[in-house]
């Protein structure tokens, strides 16, 4: 079992940033792949990022340049960096985790509450 824990999101201008951390629990995290989704008012849930156990990263084409993934397995935790952010970014952000990245971009094994990003024009 995987409990995550997202924060960091909160009420940015457009053109700000904000830094959102995922914690996990656990003593495998290291062997997950970890990443982030997001679902707007009346959209669905979409894939933002995500990260292997190894090196490899993935993006969602709408944040490609703009949004960074890393992980710290040391301390068990995922970040999306985000940069230049726009209005259409406004969503729950929420943390996903699975031990396969296919599995990941598709149907995650564990969510995250979900954490609020507001941007403002």
């Known amino acids: 079992q995987v409990q995550l824990v997202e924060s960091g999101g909160g009420l940015v201008q457009a053109g700000g940033s904000l830094r959102l951390s995922c914690a996990a629990s656990?003593?495998?995290?290291?062997?997950?792949?970890m990443g982030w989704f997001r679902q707007a008012p009346g959209k669905e849930r979409e894939f933002v990022s995500g990260?292997?156990?190894?090196?490899?990263?993935y993006y969602a084409d709408s944040v490609k340049g703009r949004f960074t993934i890393s992980r710290d397995n040391a301390k068990n935790t995922v970040y999306l960096q985000m940069n230049s952010l726009k209005p259409e970014d406004t969503a729950v952000y929420y943390c996903a985790a699975a031990l396969l990245v296919l599995k990941l971009k598709t149907v995650p094994d564990y969510w995250g509450q979900g954490t609020q990003v507001t941007v403002s024009s």
């Open positions: 656990g003593r495998t995290f290291s062997s997950y792949a």
């Open positions: 990260s292997g156990s190894g090196s490899n990263t």
